[in-house]
């Protein structure tokens, strides 16, 4: 069995591969700081609960943009499933050319998210994820990661909402039946999530006029991607689970 293990800025994200099958998938906070002993005894019973017994994991891959866990969690993972894990970065075999500018500025994250939408639903594609920042990333018919757009997520957006105005507070992010709120609660929530629908709309559009990929699939993940998915049209696929399909994938190119 294979353990996929995404480390994004909010929450540790671990899917359990049978084959290509996900057997379970399973959410930690990231800032929590945990020893190596913790991070073992904790991905050990949850796959435990499952049904499934450590010595059944015979392969592990990592995607984190968050070094300072790094040791404690791979430390982890060696001495609790005996097992060196694969850590996503410059020299792993991904299928996906980086044509940037500079390459290594790109994040393991978006790298696995556009393997994975490549791989499964071909190419030219746009790539949304909506996690603690809202990343649109452009692969080309041919697999180049050509191009890439970063936005405020919406979380980001609502802490920074209620932290920069004494008299806005911490909101439950929903979107409201009508942008036309009349209080303060409803008002935020209009305009965080009314407002993301708007921007995720003309980003597409702008990418698709400026790149002449005008038939290109849109495919989105991430924890409210689903919600924007919804309301909008022009997005065609929302997989809640590329992330970790991108290091299944990815786990098979370099095995």
Do not use: W
């Amino acid at each position: 069995m294979l353990l996929t293990i995404d480390v994004g800025n909010t929450n540790i994200t671990i899917g359990l591969y049978e084959s290509e099958k996900i057997r379970g998938v399973f959410r930690l906070t990231t800032k929590l700081p945990r020893t190596s002993d913790e991070y073992g005894v904790m991905f050990s019973e949850l796959i435990e609960r499952q049904g499934y017994r450590v010595g059944d994991i015979d392969g592990v891959i990592i995607a984190s943009v968050v070094p300072d866990v790094m040791y404690s969690l791979t430390s982890g993972i060696v001495k609790y499933f005996k097992q060196e894990p694969l850590i996503v970065g410059p020299g792993t075999r991904t299928g996906i050319k980086v044509a940037t500018k500079n390459p290594r500025e790109i994040g393991s994250d978006r790298i696995v998210d556009a393997v994975a939408a490549y791989e499964l639903y071909g190419g030219p594609v746009l790539v949304l994820d909506f996690g603690t920042a809202t990343t649109y990333d452009l692969v080309t018919d041919e697999g180049h990661f050509v191009a890439g757009i970063t936005a405020p997520g919406i979380r980001i957006a609502s802490k920074a909402l209620s932290d920069g105005a004494a008299k806005l507070p911490e909101i439950e992010i929903i979107k409201p039946e009508s942008i036309l709120a009349q209080d303060t609660v409803t008002s935020m929530q209009a305009g965080l999530m009314y407002g993301q629908i708007g921007q995720t709309e003309y980003i597409i559009k702008r990418v698709k006029k400026e790149s002449g990929y005008g038939d290109m699939k849109v495919v989105a993940t991430g924890g409210l991607g689903r919600v924007i998915s919804d309301e909008t049209e022009l997005i065609d696929v929302y997989n809640a689970d590329l992330t970790l399909e991108g290091l299944r994938l990815i786990y098979g190119k370099n095995r």
